[in-house]
């Protein structure tokens, strides 16, 4: 009797799973935000419509990373990644091969950017 009891105990309590958080980081790069960033755009535009980037390579100071990495819970990773090359102050190339809009979970949706919202210029 003792013995069933506890088999069974071990048993119920094997499928029992601790909570796992959702962990979360790097820079959220929306579609509607993607959606905004124009080739010729400055690096002070670039910061003001994504903010700064997560890593600032310091030998390819012309490129930024924008890194975002989900782990949520019991699932698997989601990492979505957007590559940014300058020419001096001036955005020239978007590399979005490893970009995934929907990584966050987030409704696409685009916007037109008003020129006026963009910061001006430091000079």
């Given at each position: 009797m003792i013995i069933s009891i506890i088999s069974a105990a071990l048993f119920f309590t094997s499928a029992c799973d601790p909570h796992r958080i959702d962990i979360q980081q790097?820079?959220?790069v929306t579609p509607e935000n993607?959606?905004?960033l124009k080739n010729g755009m400055?690096?002070?535009q670039v910061v003001f419509v994504l903010g700064s980037p997560l890593l600032k390579?310091?030998?390819h100071q012309d490129r930024w990373d924008y890194i975002f990495y989900l782990k949520p819970?019991?699932?698997?990773?989601k990492q979505s990644r957007l590559t940014l090359h300058f020419d001096g102050d001036t955005l020239i190339r978007i590399d979005d091969s490893a970009y995934t809009p929907g990584v966050h979970g987030d409704k696409v949706k685009v916007e037109s950017l008003n020129p006026d919202d963009l910061p001006p210029e430091v000079n």
């Amino acid at each position: 009797m003792i013995i069933s009891i506890i088999s069974a105990a071990l048993f119920f309590t094997s499928a029992c799973d601790p909570h796992r958080i959702d962990i979360q980081q790097g820079n959220k790069v929306t579609p509607e935000n993607f959606a905004k960033l124009k080739n010729g755009m400055s690096r002070n535009q670039v910061v003001f419509v994504l903010g700064s980037p997560l890593l600032k390579d310091p030998f390819h100071q012309d490129r930024w990373d924008y890194i975002f990495y989900l782990k949520p819970g019991n699932k698997d990773v989601k990492q979505s990644r957007l590559t940014l090359h300058f020419d001096g102050d001036t955005l020239i190339r978007i590399d979005d091969s490893a970009y995934t809009p929907g990584v966050h979970g987030d409704k696409v949706k685009v916007e037109s950017l008003n020129p006026d919202d963009l910061p001006p210029e430091v000079n």
